[in-house]
């Protein structure tokens, strides 16, 4: 690897991928040479009643204002969280609400509004050449429940793939959503992400899923989860040696505001704790400080040491056989 690394000029870490078996999945290439790309993460008020015509323009104007802050300090990609337009409560959607769950009555989506203002941020990716990642409700069709589900928008505008969240609440699978069945990758300039949700934070092979799948970033959005969020995503991105970046809802930014991890598991940057719409953005570049090591030796090996490596070291011997053998 560092052989063809020199002769050809490129990194060793661009180098070894030529050596590593390339999977298979969503949208991805069958050769790649990773760049560096320019990623905001994105933090926003998050409302829960989809009757509210005024309140879903609301955040779609929020969000559009986001993409265009985000555009102007150079991003590439914008990563919204879960319920960037409207993040349906339990109790509103409920036909034995207001005070209990129940299966819910998704008649009472403005689906009209929601489309339009869907629509509206598709247009203006378009417009900046914006590639946007934005979380809503996708409808199937009835009775089927629909998909909580990302959307990913080109930067020409068009929705290129969408992730269902698989790993459902149990609210949710017992009375909002259908869940999604699959892992979905894209690539952004050579970058390849991989996309979850919701509650997901809390499945380690889901992360552990798409290193298999050798993406380069993995975007969460949430509207907030049980148990620290922040700190589970660190450990992903450590553990997997991949960019995680985490994308929540402004009400919960004073304790974990949206942010950025670098494949070493440290913070790389974060959006405002004040309650209010931010972005934060940052070049995920492999060969910078934060994330060479991981990318360039501790990805690699961890995948070498899962490949059977150690076969031909392990010995036949009673003092290892003997469990209770004493010092």
Known sequence: MRARAAKTGESYTSALRHFLPTPSGDLMSEARNPMS????VAQTPVREDPRDVEALRESGREVRALMREARAQGARIVHFPEGAICFPSKFVMSVDGPDAAGPADWDRCQWPVLRSELAAIAELARELRLWTV???????????????????ISDRGAVVTRY????????KVSYMYSPGVSPVTFEVDGVRFGCLLGM????PELFAEYEKLDVDCVLFSTSGTPGNTAAQ?????????YWVSLSGPAQHSATAPSGIVAPNGHWLARCSTDDSPSVAVVNLDDSSEAAADAVTYGRPWRREARSGIYTDHQVIDPRSEDRTAAF
């Open 37 to 40: 790309v320019r990623i905001a």
């Open 134 to 152: 934005i979380a809503s409700v996708h409808r199937l069709t009835g009775p089927n429940r629909p998909h909580n589900s990302l959307y990913v």
């Open 164 to 171: 269902d969240e698989r790993l459902l609440s149990k609210t």
């Open 200 to 203: 997901e934070i809390h499945y």
């Open 233 to 241: 995503a660190q450990g992903h991105a450590a553990v997997n040696s």
